[in-house]
């Protein structure tokens, strides 16, 4: 079970931005914006999601070494 949760998890990581990158380009090649001079919001976004997975990540390996240590 465990591993066909990560199994969907990966996957849609992988396929969810490449779905926004297509629906956010559109079919008629128009800007995905109007006005045309568009703000984009990726980079401070960008970083705060590396940063959660970071943060995340070492939150797991201290959980794991703990439960390993007790057990």
Not at 9 to 23: E, T
Not at 49 to 64: P, S
Request: charge should be positive; hydrophobic fraction near 50%.
């Amino acid at each position: 079970m465990k591993n066909a949760l990560r199994f969907v998890l990966s996957f849609a990581l992988v396929i969810v931005p490449f779905a926004n990158i297509v629906m956010a380009t559109g079919v008629g090649g128009s800007p995905p914006c109007w006005p045309p001079p568009c703000i984009p919001i990726d980079g401070g976004l960008s970083l705060l999601v590396a940063a959660g997975a970071v943060l995340g990540g070492k939150k797991a390996l201290d959980l794991r070494r703990s439960r390993k240590n007790s057990a």
